[in-house]
Every structure is written in structure tokens, then in C-alpha cells.
């Protein structure tokens, strides 16, 4: 979700004038983000549906422009002169041949010239009247005929006429009608980007509600559930189906990297580190309120409980292409107990995790951290003699999972 939040952001601060340069700033983002965590196989997820996003947008504006410009130049073809003359309407007498000696059509001459009549003999405008003469006073308008009207000088008809590139030197050159409208499109492409991110933002947001929704199918009165870690997603789940289900709750610790949180949570004395913690302790506190029974038992004795388990449910960090999934440390000893039992592994996990990466290299997908969860620093002496590893993720085999629910 907070990758969704910063190209969304990067989106919005981009100033888009080509969407090609908008795709290439979107793609060195998320190389950045996939660079600092690798293993981290959502973000590329998210990355691809932004892109998706924005070629999509991108592809239905030129759709729309090339439409735009079919229609309109089915309206604005360069027509004949005969074509013109054809659709111009037709004016008989002294005034037509006025309209058209006049400096408009034939390039603002002085003067106009003489057209020949239908007999042959050349014939000029009339002469203006006695009341056109003395009307130009100082106390009324200029009057003056229809010719006089159409004989423009040249300087007002070339500054009417003039040429579109000129300017006067204090001017700015206004926009054209082809610069206007690239730019409104592109106000418009930004803002659909946005409003699919956003999208994309709320399907994050409301997947782990949409998979709780299947809670009531799967899960039913009486059955023991086993689960592994604190999983806001699992924790939805579980507490969905409490609502009309009443069944037992047994939660492996996950020793080393989450016991502690697991323990405070479930004794109702977890402190948040972040956000996503203060979700988790909410809904592990709300599984008890509901009335359901959480056991807490050591990652040990998974084996042994698990003849009495019904379901196993887990979550999952990602899916790989083979119908494997990364989930966290100790996850591969619940569903390898599990298939010994013939008992089903559910899995939980949002359409955003679903990963085109093929496991050839199955190590490189694993990750270690801190080891001295595993054996403290103050046993100086064990620490200098043995290699400790504490892996934060595990591997599970396609052949390990009976089913998946995602949000779809």
C-alpha cells in the first residue's frame, strides 16, 4: 500500500507532457524501491499496475483524439475553387460585382477593377449620392456607399489579415487552439491516472475484509483452527467467521522472530511499534472478547497437536508462478505437519501477492535477520565457534497448500 501511495504522489507532482516520460519516471521509482528490498516481490506487483494504469488512460486519450481528428477532418477538407463558388450563394447587379472586385477577394488593391457585364461592355459602381457627399460633418457619422465599405485601405486590411507568427514586440504570443487542447488533455490524462491509483488503493485497502467475507464457508462450529503468526489478514478472518461460528483457536509462537509480540498480544499486553502492529493487537484482543478459545503452544508441538487440528490456516508474504508461496519462518514445519495428517492448509492472501516469478533459485528468495535471536551476544564464547543463521521467511511447495482464498 505505501508503494501505491508514493507513485500516486509521483503521479501527482509530474508535470506530464509526454506519457512516455511519465512511464519512464514511474519505472525508476519502482527499480529503486525493488533495489532496496529485493525479496519484497509485492512492490513490483504494485509497480506494473500503475504502469498498466497509465498505458491504459494513455492508450483511451488517443483513441479519443484520433476519433476527434477523423470527425473533424471529414468537415475541414480543403475544397476547389469551383467547390467554393458552387456553395457560395448567388448575388445579381452592381453589388455582386463589388463583392467581388474587392480588395478581400483580390489581394486589398487600391482601387477595384472592372468587371464586363453579360453584354461585354465594362460597367462601374455608381457614383456615391449627393447626401453621402455632404454627410461627413463633424456632428454625425460618416456616411458613405456599399463600395466604399468593401474598398478598404491597405493598411487596415493587412493588419486585419496579417500573418499568424507576428506579434508586436510588448505582446505575448497567445496560445493556439492545438496548444490548448494538449494541454486541458493532459490536466484530464492526469487526473484519470490518479483516479485509477486510487482504485488500486481502495482493492489494498478492502482486500483482507473481501477475504473474511469466505470466513463462514470454511470455517464451522466446533473445529480446532490452527494458525502461525500474527497476521492482520488471518486475524480478519478468524473473527469474521466468530460471528456465527464458535471454534478453538491454537497459535503456534513462532520462535524466534515473533513469540514475544505473540505472547504480549495474546495476554493482552502488546505494545505497538507501528501502525500495522496496533491493527494486530487490536484483533488479537477482539478474537477472545468474541468468545473463541486461543491456545498458545510452542512451534514443537505443532506435530504432536496436530491430529486434533481441522484446518490449518496461514498467510503468505508472497505466491510465486508454480503455486508456491513465501510465508514467514516456520511455516514449512505447520504445513509439512499438516500433509503428514491429512489435514487441509488454507491460505490467505490478497491478488496484489500474487507473483509472475518462477522459484528456480529457491534461496534466493530466502531472507535472514538478526541472529541473535537465536543465541545472545553474551555467550561470547558459542557465538565464536558456531555459523548462526535465523531466516525470516520459509518456503512451502505447491504440493504443501490445498487451497487459496484471495479477495476476488
Do not use: W
Request: net charge negative.
Amino acid at each position: 500500500m505505501a508503494t501505491a501511495y508514493l507513485l500516486c504522489r509521483v503521479v501527482e507532482m509530474f508535470r506530464i507532457s509526454d506519457v512516455s516520460g511519465l512511464i519512464e519516471q514511474v519505472q525508476q521509482v519502482g527499480k529503486r524501491l525493488s533495489a532496496a528490498q529485493p525479496r519484497e516481490m509485492a512492490i513490483g506487483n504494485i509497480v506494473r499496475r500503475v504502469l498498466g494504469v497509465i498505458r491504459e488512460e494513455a492508450e483511451e486519450d488517443r483513441d479519443g483524439e484520433t476519433s476527434g481528428y477523423s470527425d473533424a477532418s471529414t468537415d475541414s477538407r480543403p475544397q476547389s475553387a469551383g467547390e467554393n463558388d458552387s456553395r457560395a450563394p448567388e448575388v445579381h447587379g452592381p453589388v455582386s460585382r463589388a463583392l467581388f472586385s474587392s480588395p478581400l477577394r483580390q489581394g486589398a488593391n487600391d482601387h477595384p477593377s472592372l468587371e464586363p457585364c453579360e453584354d461585354g461592355v465594362a460597367q462601374r459602381p455608381p457614383l456615391p449620392t449627393a447626401h453621402a457627399s455632404y454627410a461627413n460633418t463633424s456632428n454625425g457619422p460618416v456616411m458613405t456607399t456599399m463600395f466604399n465599405l468593401l474598398s478598404q485601405p491597405r493598411s487596415s486590411v493587412a493588419s486585419i489579415t496579417a500573418a499568424p507568427g507576428s506579434q508586436s514586440p510588448g505582446s505575448h504570443p497567445p496560445l493556439s487552439n492545438t496548444a490548448l487542447a494538449k494541454l486541458t488533455a493532459a490536466k484530464d490524462l492526469k487526473a484519470e491516472i490518479v483516479e485509477g491509483i486510487q482504485e488500486i488503493l481502495e482493492e489494498l485497502e478492502q482486500a483482507d475484509d473481501q477475504i473474511a467475507g469466505y470466513s463462514l464457508e470454511h470455517i464451522h462450529s466446533n473445529e480446532i483452527i490452527l494458525t502461525h503468526t500474527s497476521s492482520i489478514t488471518v486475524q480478519k478472518f478468524l473473527l469474521k467467521a466468530a460471528t456465527k461460528r464458535k471454534f478453538t483457536v491454537i497459535h503456534a509462537e513462532a520462535f524466534p522472530n515473533d513469540h514475544e509480540y505473540t505472547h504480549a498480544a495474546l495476554i493482552g499486553r502488546a505494545k505497538a511499534h507501528s501502525d500495522d502492529d496496533s491493527k494486530t493487537q487490536t484483533f488479537q484482543k477482539s478474537l477472545t472478547a468474541a468468545g473463541i478459545t486461543v491456545i498458545l503452544i510452542p512451534d514443537s508441538a505443532v506435530f504432536a497437536l496436530m491430529s486434533r487440528v481441522n484446518k490449518v490456516i496461514l498467510d503468505t508474504q508472497i505466491v510465486l508462478a508454480n503455486g508456491g508461496l513465501v510465508a514467514a519462518a516456520g511455516a514449512r514445519v505447520v504445513a509439512g505437519a499438516a500433509r503428514m495428517h491429512r489435514t487441509p492448509v488454507i491460505v490467505l492472501s490478497g491478488v496484489y501477492k500474487l507473483s509472475p516469478v518462477y522459484p528456480f533459485d529457491v534461496d534466493s528468495l530466502m531472507e535472514n535477520g538478526d541472529p541473535s535471536g537465536v543465541i545472545g551476544y553474551e555467550d561470547g564464547d558459542l557465538v565464536d565457534k558456531v555459523e548462526i543463521e535465523n531466516p525470516l521467511f520459509d518456503y512451502i511447495p505447491p504440493e504443501l497448500v490445498d487451497l487459496y482464498i484471495t479477495n476476488l
